[in-house]
Each structure stands twice: as structure tokens, then as C-alpha cells.
């Protein structure tokens, strides 16, 4: 390895959010998920980087689908995986998470995948433990490798992020999604737009380095991307919104809004989708211009590329602590 | 401890501080039992002729009343694995704190005479500093019945309120403050409208959104600031506010004191010296009620201590152990110790050029003893012989696993400090020094 490429590339023992990281960092995992990607599509044998070690998906939320995607990247690298999920485990029996860390720690994993419901929580479990932390979502905070996933699909159909024209739309107040989406397009060089009512999108989000939009046609005017987010049940009768047919109507993305986007606009989505809420199903199976099913895609490759830079960089924190 | 009289004791050499009066020269103070015999420029010298007495040689050190602290959790009875009435003792004196007044939300709660009597006999015992509670406005603290005041100030309690709960009820309120007024009792309320600060774990603003936290809206406490301030004035009744955060409470007090309404307040060492960055990486050691403002408040609470719109500094004292804050943000508990660092943290307003040593220290001395009317915080001859002797200048750093205090949960924890307090006199016994 060359001093350049020592220089240039990812070497946190950790991926707890991607507020913070340079450019060159994301880039690095970015280009490795890239080469996955292609492998991954080939069907061909890769180099078992995480053989013999051992990767826990520590979920205290649920989750089907970004859970699966870590098992399968972890897998095709080939770690020993052990999911545990909150049903199963001592967490409803009154152990902190703290304890938890402490506890997995004894096991001696190599990475430890968490999702957890409070901001925050993945930043304190990996004060308290000996290996690797991947964030896969906290609270409302950050989710980082979905931000990586989408940065990746984009790039493999727009050639490059930079100066382009992404409208994020729907809950961002309550989203991890958009906060990592904010952090990584903005580094990367693209103009970010925010698109929702304000009781979902206060005006000092902008601080985060986008611009606030509440009409969603004025949002989507000639942008290059447009991602939807995901719309909880339970902010849609009376709390945050009236019913679901005014979001429907104002901010529901159909053919009449789409079409003040640039004609090839990219259409992604995280998953899983309310259809009739967020999104007209017609417009979400759009094969043209609909980069969804994509995404799930380039989620396994872009986990497959953080596991193996954190695996990497795990080791020199290990030689260095002596452990 | 011993609880014997100590005979006559002269404190000499020391810069004599009274704020009630702005006396502020060179002397001593000097005591018989628990009582000030004398005090003034006569017993300056170190080395004077003091007869059969004992001298304290205070080196210099400033010398003013014993420090009155007006919120205080102290969590016994019904949470000891918290705090305790001798470790709160323990660490007020090592504060310099010889009064202290504790909030009813206690198991069982303030609101019945015999816990009065409980909580003040238990003190007394000890002899440490004082503890004077407040009483609850309403039965168990639930906001609705009115707790028996009038007899419950009889049996001791200084003032009423619902502590860290807000009453949110306009009407019941309204109908405490007219029925206080009765007794001429006073009012504290925790400003803090619950519905608009529910699930909220920090300060509304650009930190919030960047940390993915739920913010507490300033206006939360602005609104039940303003309706109470209309209520007072409605009803006559007297209303303090504790721990005010936000600039907007001040204008509004401000104005309300202009027209002559019956309205106090106080605010924590926190608010003047923290903004809300404090929390970043989600320390949950600076989780407090009310949150940590924005910087533009900070600066309105120090320009409302130095106008004198804001009476009283009162430490807000509130322990919780590690497994109340060891937490991810949103789980963690609300509150900060604050005992021992009172005096240190106020005294900021002084040294950063803010205050006088005089208009600092009255803060937390007879300005809140006037306001809860106990007769402590001024030098006055055939007064309790409640003293701090402190170092104004003295440096050091606050470490959180040094504190007396059973909970460690500082938001200073690692801030160097200016200033500490070197002795600390109540009823004429040395309690602390250092």
C-alpha cells in the first residue's frame, strides 16, 4: 500500500454517523462497495476477508430488511454471524445497555451491528466495548450505511454526486435516513433540498446544509434525485398531519410532481414503502426511472465495504491497545 | 458530630462581607455558642488581645453569612440509594451552605405534617445544615387538590410547590395562589408548560436537529412564566419562579415587577455558566430541567442576575445515581448535583467581571433567605453563628468522583473553578473545613 492510499482512506475503528467524515473517507468506502457491487452481480467467489470472525447484529429495534442485508454482506465475507433481537434477549428484563455492551464484549466479536431506538445509544455502546461498532440506525440521529447505499446507487447511475440536485422529501424530523443523507450528499458536493410540511421539517433544519422547501413542486424543480422517506403510521392521524389523504395530496409523489424534475430524475426510496402515502405505486415501480429495488442492491455491497474497512481498521487499534 | 456549645469564638483577620448591609472591611466576627456576640473592624488583627477566647485565624480569607440554598432535592425518605439527608449535609457544608430548603417530592411526598416534621427533626439531629422544606401546593403532587397549607406552614414548611412538576392547571393555580394569600404564604412553580415539553430530552434548537433529540421548546417555559405572572397579579398572591432559563422569563418578570406584581425568582449556576452544547456526545450529566439554553439566553441570565431581575442563585441540587444517567440521552434522567459547587460557579459572575463580590454573594445569601423568610444570610448580632469563610481566589478543579455527594452526576464535572470555601460555621461549630 502506498503512502497516498495510507492517507486517504477510512480508518475509524467505528461508523457511528456520517456527520464528520472527509469526503476522501466516504470515497474510500464508497469505491470498495463499487467493486462488491460488481462482484455481488457476477455471482462471483470473493476473498473471505472476515473468515473465522464473528459479527453480532444487535437489534433493539426491528428490522427484516436492513438486519438481512448486514447478514448477508457479513456472510458473503465470510464472518460467523449471531443475530440477536430484543425478543430473545435480557434487555426486557431490565439489563441497561450498558450491561449488554459489557456482556457481548465477554463473547469477543470482531463488529458489532446495532440498531437501537434512542439517538445516541450506539455512540455510548461503543465506548464500553473491545471491537468494531457499526451504527445501523439510532433514533433519529443517523443511518449511516443507508446514506452510504444511496450515495452508491447514485453514483452508479449519475456517474457522480457531485452537483447534483437531490430533494430528500417526507419526514425528516423524525428520520435518521435524511440526517446521513444531509451529511454525505452535502461532503460530497450535491445540492440538497428538504421537502415537507413544517411540522415535519422545522425551518432550522437548513443548518444542517440543505435548502427548506414546504411546496413540493418548487422542491422537485429540476432535481436530479428525488428520495422519498418512509411516513410512520402514527404521525399521520392528528399529532403531525391532518389525515393521510392532505399528505397524500400536498406531498405524496405522483407523475403531476414528479414532472417538475429534470426528466431523468432518479427515484429511490429506503424501504419499506407506504404506497399511497409517500408514494404512487405507479410512479415506485417505474422501471425507467425508479432506482428502489437498486437500492436493497448496493445495501449488501455498501455493508460489505464498511465491514471490511472497520475489520481492517480493528486490527491496528488492537495492535496498538496490545489486546 | 458533636452538637455541645462551643463557648466564645473569635474569627479574626478577615474581609468581613455582609451583603444585606454592603459592609465589606477588614475584621472579625465574634460568637458565643451559636449565636454572633459581635462582629466588625475591632477584630481584624491576628494577633489582637481577644482574652479568654478562642481565635480563628481566617488568614485574610473572606468571611460572610452562611450560604442559603432555596432548591434543593435531597431524596430522602423513599430513594436513600440516591441521597440521604447526611450526605446532602455533608456536602452542602463542604459548599458553604448552612440553610438549605428541599423540595416535597419525596416517598412520601411533603404534603402531610408528620413528613414536615420527619424531614426537619432528622436535620436537626445531625447538625449539619439546615433543612427547611417546602411543602406541596397539591395532594401527592398530582396537580389537582390543593395540599393543607395553612397547616402545613405551621408545622414548619417555609413555602409551597410541586417541585419538579409544573401545577399546569390554570385553574388550580389561580385558586392555590388566592388561597395562599390567605396565610401569606408563597408560591414556587416549576415554569415548564408539561404539554409542550413532553418526550423532550434537551433544548429546541440547531443542536436538537443535528443530535436527532426532541427538543424542549424556550416557549414552554415563556407561556406558564406569563400566565403565571397574570395570575399572581390577578389573585394578589405572592409567586416565586425556580431555575428560570430562558431570556424571554426575564423580560416578562421584568415588566411584572415594573407594575408591581408579588413575583421572585431564581435561577442555577448551570443556566448562567453552560449553554446547551454542553450536551453534545450526548452527555447525560448535562441533561437538566429546564434543558441548557441557547447562548443568547445564557447572556440574558447573567445580564438579568447583574439587573437584579433575577434574585436568588439556588443550586438546583438534584442527585441521580449512575444508573439513572448511564443511559442512552433520551432515557437518561434529568437534574445535577450542585451542592459543592454553589458558591465556586457563582462566584464566576464576580471574577469575569459581571457582578460585585457583594451583588454575587447576596444572590445566595439574604436574598433568598428574605424570599422563603428564614432568618439566616446576614451578620447580625444574636443571629445563628451561620459562617462561610472562603478563598475567593482559590483554584481547583471540580472532579465529580471527589464530591461528598452519593450521586456524581456534576455538569461541571473537569471545569476549573475559582474560588472555594475553606470553613464552614453553623450554630457556632465548625462543620467543615478543608
Known amino acids: ?323 | 458530630m458533636s452538637l455541645k456549645p462551643q463557648g466564645r469564638v473569635v474569627y479574626v483577620n478577615a474581609r468581613l462581607l455582609d451583603p444585606a448591609t454592603g459592609l465589606d472591611v477588614m475584621g472579625g466576627v465574634l460568637t458565643e455558642n451559636e449565636k454572633i456576640v459581635d462582629f466588625g473592624a475591632g477584630y481584624a488583627k491576628a494577633d489582637g488581645e481577644y482574652g479568654d477566647v478562642s481565635v480563628v485565624d481566617c488568614e485574610g480569607a473572606c468571611l460572610c453569612p452562611g450560604l442559603v440554598d432555596i432548591r434543593v432535592q435531597l431524596r430522602e425518605p423513599g430513594e436513600e440509594h440516591k441521597g440521604t439527608l447526611k450526605i446532602a449535609g455533608v456536602a452542602a457544608t463542604s459548599g458553604g451552605i448552612t440553610s438549605m430548603v428541599c423540595l416535597p417530592n419525596t416517598t412520601p411526598v411533603i404534603d402531610d405534617m408528620s413528613v414536615v416534621e420527619f424531614v426537619a427533626r432528622r436535620a436537626r439531629m445531625l447538625g449539619l445544615t439546615k433543612v427547611y422544606p417546602y411543602g406541596a401546593i397539591t395532594k401527592g403532587l398530582e396537580g389537582k387538590d390543593m395540599a393543607e397549607m395553612g397547616m402545613l406552614s405551621e408545622s414548619g414548611a417555609v413555602a409551597f410547590t410541586d417541585g419538579v412538576h409544573a401545577v399546569s392547571s390554570a385553574k388550580v393555580m389561580r385558586k392555590a395562589l388566592a388561597y395562599a394569600r390567605n396565610y401569606d404564604l408563597l408560591l414556587v412553580q416549576h415554569p415548564e408548560e408539561p404539554s409542550l415539553a413532553a418526550g423532550g430530552d434537551m433544548n429546541s434548537g440547531d443542536l436538537a436537529i443535528r443530535m436527532g433529540l426532541t427538543g424542549i421548546p424556550a416557549v414552554a417555559e415563556v407561556i406558564m412564566v406569563a400566565r403565571d405572572v397574570r395570575l399572581a397579579e390577578d389573585t394578589g398572591g405572592r409567586l416565586h419562579f425556580g431555575h428560570i432559563s430562558t431570556a424571554e422569563s426575564i423580560d416578562i418578570i421584568r415588566r411584572a415587577k415594573e407594575r408591581g406584581v408579588k413575583v421572585t425568582c431564581d435561577t442555577a449556576p448551570p443556566y448562567f455558566s453552560l449553554n446547551e452544547l454542553a450536551v453534545g456526545e450526548y452527555r447525560t450529566f448535562a441533561k437538566l430541567s429546564p434543558p441548557l439554553r441557547s447562548e443568547e439566553d445564557r447572556q440574558a441570565i447573567i445580564q438579568g442576575l447583574k439587573d437584579g431581575v433575577i434574585d436568588v442563585v439556588a443550586s438546583d441540587h438534584a442527585p441521580e445515581d449512575e444508573d439513572s444517567k448511564r443511559l442512552p440521552f433520551a432515557q437518561a434522567a434529568f437534574g445535577g448535583v450542585g451542592l459543592e459547587t454553589l458558591l465556586s460557579i457563582t462566584l464566576e459572575l464576580y471574577h469575569n467581571g459581571h457582578m460585585s463580590l457583594l451583588d454575587c454573594l447576596k444572590t445566595v445569601t439574604c436574598g433568598p433567605a428574605d424570599i422563603v423568610g428564614l432568618p439566616a444570610g446576614r451578620l447580625e448580632k444574636g443571629a445563628s453563628a451561620d459562617l462561610c469563610i472562603f478563598d475567593p481566589d482559590r483554584g481547583w478543579k471540580i472532579d465529580a468522583d471527589q464530591l461528598a455527594s452519593k450521586s456524581k452526576n456534576s455538569p461541571f464535572d473537569g471545569r476549573l473553578a475559582q474560588g472555594r470555601c475553606l470553613r464552614t460555621v453553623i450554630d457556632g461549630r465548625t462543620v467543615f473545613e478543608l
Open chain 1, 1 to 323: 500500500m502506498s503512502t497516498r492510499d495510507r492517507e486517504l482512506r477510512f480508518t475509524h475503528r467505528h461508523l457511528l454517523g456520517i456527520e464528520g467524515l472527509y469526503p476522501f473517507e466516504l470515497t474510500d468506502i464508497l469505491d470498495r462497495a463499487e467493486r462488491y457491487a460488481a462482484l455481488n452481480r457476477q455471482r462471483a467467489a470473493i476473498e473471505p476477508l472476515l473468515e473465522g470472525r464473528t459479527v453480532i447484529n444487535l437489534f433493539f429495534e426491528n428490522s427484516t430488511r436492513t438486519r438481512t442485508s448486514f447478514e448477508r454482506a457479513a456472510k458473503r465475507l465470510g464472518a460467523d454471524v449471531i443475530n440477536m433481537s430484543v425478543a430473545t434477549s435480557s434487555i426486557k428484563k431490565g439489563e441497561t445497555l450498558i450491561d449488554t455492551a459489557v456482556t457481548l464484549n465477554a463473547m469477543h466479536p470482531d463488529v458489532l451491528v446495532v440498531r437501537h431506538g434512542d439517538s445516541g445509544a450506539v455512540e455510548l455502546l461503543s465506548q464500553k466495548v473491545n471491537c468494531a461498532v457499526l451504527n445501523a440506525g439510532d433514533g433519529t440521529h443517523e443511518h449511516p450505511t443507508q446514506a452510504l447505499l444511496d450515495a452508491l446507487t447514485i453514483r452508479r447511475r449519475k456517474g457522480s454526486i457531485t452537483g447534483l440536485v437531490v430533494a430528500i422529501c417526507g419526514d425528516i424530523l423524525h428520520s435518521r435516513v435524511a440526517r446521513s443523507n444531509i451529511h454525505l450528499l452535502s461532503a460530497m458536493g450535491a445540492q440538497v433540498r428538504l421537502v415537507a410540511p413544517s411540522t415535519l421539517l422545522p425551518s432550522n433544519m437548513g443548518i444542517l446544509g440543505a435548502e427548506v422547501y414546504h411546496d413540493m413542486r418548487e422542491g422537485l424543480k429540476d432535481v436530479d434525485v428525488v428520495m422519498m422517506l418512509r411516513l410512520q403510521k402514527e404521525r399521520m392521524e392528528g399529532a403531525y398531519l391532518p389525515s393521510q389523504r392532505e399528505y397524500f395530496h400536498f406531498y405524496g409523489l405522483d407523475y403531476d410532481k414528479l414532472s417538475y424534475a429534470k426528466e431523468d430524475a432518479l427515484i429511490m426510496h429506503p424501504g419499506p414503502m407506504n404506497r399511497g402515502v409517500e408514494i404512487d405505486s405507479d410512479v415506485a415501480d417505474d422501471i425507467e426511472r425508479s432506482a428502489i429495488q437498486e437500492q436493497v442492491e448496493m445495501g449488501v455491497a455498501a455493508r460489505m465495504a464498511c465491514l471490511e474497512v472497520v475489520t481492517a481498521n480493528l486490527e491496528d487499534w488492537r495492535k496498538e491497545n496490545g489486546l
